[in-house]
Every structure is written in C-alpha cells, then in structure tokens.
C-alpha cells in the first residue's frame, strides 16, 4: 500500500523536526519541552499506524506529510519569529491531532466509531419517546433538546470537535431523566394505587395501565444502556474528531 510508504515518511520528516527544534533559540524553554513531546507522539503515532493500514487512503497520507513538511521548513527561528511563535505552538498541536484522528482513516477504528454513532442515535429515540408520554415538562425539554441532538450527529459523522462537544451537552439530561423514569416505573409497578391512578388518567383498565408502565421501565433502562455505552465510547474516540 502506498500510503504506508507516505506515514513512515511522514514519522521520519516529524523526527528530523524535533532535532531542529533542539536548536532553536525563538521557543521558550517551556514550549520547546511542549513541541519536543508533541512531535516525539506524533511521529510515534505515524509510524506505528504504517503498520496497521487496511485503508490505502493516499491522498489523506500525503496530506499528512505535505504538513509534517510545512511544519519542518518553518522550524528556523527566522521563520518562527514571522509565524510567531504561538502560531508555531500551534501547528505542533494539529500535527499532534491529525497523528491521533489518523487510525480512524488508515487502520479501520472507524468501524467501532460508527457502533458509538448508531447507541448515540438509538439511545436518544427512547427518550423521546418517554418524554411523550409523560407529558409537557419532559416533552418541553425533549425539545429542547432537538436542535443540539441533529447538529451534533450530523457533526460527528464529519467527525468535528463540535459535534462531540455538543454530544457531551446532550447526553446528561437523557441520563438523568432515564434514571428518574427507571425510578418511577419500579415503583408504580409495585403500588397499585399508582397504577389504579394511571389507568384512569388515561381512560384504560388495569391492565393497560401496567403494560404502560413496563414500556416506561423498558424503554428507560435502554435508554440508559445506549447512552451510556455512547458516552463513554465517545470519550474513548475523541481523538477521532477535529
């Protein structure tokens, strides 16, 4: 594969970098500490992907290397005190990210993303549909909820920072409400006097009325399982997103 040549390139050209930066004079002690660990990961990283690759995704590789270059030539202290050197701190960092995003590409991790995508995606239906049948001050925040919901799944699927950050926005509120619902349910179940309450609310029998309330317990305790499978599997990939 061709792009495996191009990462082992691209580690190489990250390695050559670091050594001029052991010669520069523009950094700060502290930011020269800080670029020296960011490029020795990033370097690492690519070299280690070169062994992994399944996707020969071309293109992307010589990207990644076109940068790793860019990034070398400007690593003169001529050029770092025209860049600035905030700006150079900078460009280490999102070398240091795209070294990090780039197994999703090359070595098939995309796969796992996209189970996290769809418990994210199915873990939100229940709790629409839960705060349906409970009625305006859940179906109020439900929609609320919505807008922050679409962006962040179609921003995720570009695989960009907002999507995940509004992901992390959305996800506590379902959780807690899920949890209320498991709550409640466990109770009502166990109190016939709520589940008498609940049938003539709704102008059902009994039995109804149960069957009600075990959709509530189960349509919850999903919820939560979803959810808290996507939370945690987006922490896990949330090198994926730039």
Not at 123 to 139: C, D, M, R
Not at 177 to 195: F, H, K, P
Request: proline fraction near 2%; aromatic fraction near 10%.
């Amino acid at each position: 594969m061709k792009s495996l040549g191009i990462l082992k390139e691209t580690a190489e050209v990250l390695k050559q970098t670091k050594e001029r930066v052991l010669n520069l004079k523009t950094l700060s002690e502290k930011n020269k500490q800080k670029v020296l660990r960011l490029l020795d990961e990033a370097a690492r990283n690519f070299e280690e992907l070169s062994a992994d690759v399944v996707v020969d995704n071309v293109e992307l590789a010589e990207f990644f290397h076109r940068r790793a270059v860019e990034l070398k030539n400007n690593t003169y202290d001529k050029r770092i005190d025209r860049l600035g050197e905030k700006e150079y701190v900078r460009d280490v960092e999102r070398i240091n990210r795209y070294s990090k995003a780039a197994p999703y590409d090359f070595s098939g991790k995309i796969k796992e993303l996209n189970k996290v995508y769809k418990a994210y995606l199915y873990g939100l239906v229940p709790f629409f549909i839960i705060s349906g049948i409970f009625g305006p001050a859940y179906a109020i925040t439900a929609l609320i909820l919505v807008i922050p919901a679409l962006l962040s799944l179609f921003s995720m699927k570009k695989r960009g920072s907002l999507g995940l950050m509004l992901a992390y926005a959305v996800i506590p509120i379902p959780l807690v409400m899920g949890a209320l619902t498991v709550r409640y349910s466990i109770w009502a179940l166990m109190n016939q006097q709520e589940i008498q309450r609940i049938a003539e609310a709704i102008g059902k029998g009994v039995n109804f009325a149960y069957a009600t309330v075990l959709l509530l317990l189960l349509l919850s305790v999903l919820e939560l399982s979803l959810l808290g499978y996507a939370a945690y599997g987006l922490y896990k990939h949330r090198h994926a997103f730039l």
